[in-house]
């Protein structure tokens, strides 16, 4: 069967992915894959695995606080890992492409880290070099998918792809949560572990084949090596203010994703009193996701056909999303009831779609075509640095009486709560319709 994108040829390069044809359904739902297996592996070691694993191996007044210290030095190795992975992609004239090469180390030499600490005995230390190896290849991975959604996505398709790319990342979620903590349940987290591995390198393989055609080479550009990447980190030749901006609001609102990334399965415990709190995660994570995923996919489409009216442009999604997570994370800290409280969470579910969907698909719509895989990277620094940085703040939160307690846990809720609604106010100054405008205006 020829795919339609074949029969068009000639195109003129234009800026910022103007040219790139519209692609077909199979490639838009082939592209995102990359997403189930990296979410599959986050989701299910730090939401699932690492506390539990930290609690066998450490007295239990100090596992929150070490969970947090390994989250928090582990994921700064993945910050500066998918900075650089994405620098280098842009600088990559291979037959292989730009991307793929990246893609495909990660995710191969990612499945043995990430499968160690369910092979040999239990330790701290082993613990440590599989968090952080699964870190840094996964990353690396990441780092050279996400300028894709520059590279082969054209303009007027971004939000649906970003939006499948979400749906990937919550089904993942949806089956680490189904699957990961029943076998952690049954004591066997070492089949969780290799189950993890062996996904997260299917997903990089089959992500490689799909963009095999359309992942050209960089053009005109020298190789460049680690250390010159890590000396040109940080800086760009296209500076868009607007972009960091809308960088900076991703960061805030990650706070408040992350600040029960860590510490769930003890939240369902102490401030809910659930007796089998594995149980608990399985359902809140379920509605969660659930909903997520459908308000992540029609978000994505509404900003994709109907972006241009005020309701529905990608900005208004965001904030409208920002404003409604703050609120329902406050009144989320009121209750002790276990059905209201899933309730209010699946009401905040619906109200992360937009930003789920819609965040990424605005960064690249904002990112200049030949640095897309370092600005896409410091887009990716919303997740990475308020993962790091929230699994330190709120671990210290809860570990402010010594362990955690009902009462740490409703100052984390409100504290989370007050990222959601920083983010807004500064979305709604910084990253304004006008200045979008202008500078989308610059790339067509």
């Known amino acids: 069967m020829t795919d339609p994108n074949d029969l068009i040829t000639n195109e003129t390069p234009l800026p910022n992915g103007a040219s790139v044809p519209p692609r077909s359904i199979w490639f838009l739902l082939g592209m995102p894959i990359l997403m189930f297996g990296a979410n599959f592996v986050w989701i299910s070691y730090n939401s699932i695995l690492l506390l539990p694993m930290v609690q066998k191996v450490v007295l239990p007044e100090r596992a929150s606080i070490t969970v947090g210290l390994i989250a928090f030095f582990s994921t700064l190795v993945g910050i500066v890992v998918s900075l650089l992975s994405g620098i280098i992609s842009d600088h990559t004239p291979g037959r292989w492409g730009r991307r793929t090469p990246g893609i495909l180390i990660g995710s191969l030499v990612g499945l043995p880290f990430i499968a160690c600490a369910g092979i040999f005995h239990l330790s701290l230390p082993l613990i440590c070099v599989s968090y952080v190896g699964m870190q840094f290849f996964t990353n690396v991975a990441n780092g050279a998918w996400w300028p894709l959604l520059v590279d082969t996505v054209p303009e007027s398709q971004r939000g649906l792809t970003s939006g499948l790319g979400g749906l990937y990342a919550l089904l993942a979620a949806v089956v680490g949560f189904l699957l990961v903590t029943y076998l952690n349940e049954i004591n066997r987290a070492d089949l969780a572990l290799v189950s993890m591995g062996i996904v997260f390198t299917v997903s990089g393989i089959l992500n490689a084949l799909v963009i095999r055609r359309y992942d050209k080479p960089a053009e005109n550009v020298n190789k460049i090596g ?26 805030l609102v990650n706070m408040g994703f992350s600040s029960l990334q860590y510490f769930a399965r003890d939240f369902l415990r102490i401030y809910l009193g659930l007796e089998n709190p594995d149980a608990g995660l399985r359902v809140l994570g379920m509605i969660n996701l659930l909903i997520t995923m459908l308000s992540a996919v029609g978000s994505g489409l509404l900003s994709d056909k109907y972006g241009k009216l005020v309701y529905f442009s990608r900005r208004n999604l965001i904030l409208i999303g920002s404003f409604t997570s703050a609120i329902t994370t406050i009144l989320m800290a009121l209750t002790r009831d276990y059905t209201l409280f899933l309730t209010l969470a699946a009401l905040r579910s619906l109200a992360t779609g937009p930003i789920v969907a819609v965040i990424p698909a605005l960064a690249s719509d904002l990112s200049p075509k030949d640095e897309a895989g370092q600005y896409m990277a410091y887009n990716n620094l919303t997740t990475g640095v308020s993962g790091a940085v929230a699994a330190v703040l709120f671990g210290a939160i809860l570990n402010m009486q010594g362990a955690a307690t009902s009462t740490s846990f409703i100052i984390l809720l409100v504290v989370a709560a007050g990222f959601y609604l920083v983010r807004g106010f500064v979305f709604q100054a910084k990253v304004t319709q006008v200045e979008l405008d202008k500078r989308l205006k610059q790339w067509v």
């Open 226 to 251: 680690v250390w010159k990447a890590f000396g040109g980190m940080f800086r760009v030749r296209t500076f868009v203010a607007v972009f960091f901006w809308l960088v900076f609001a991703g960061f």
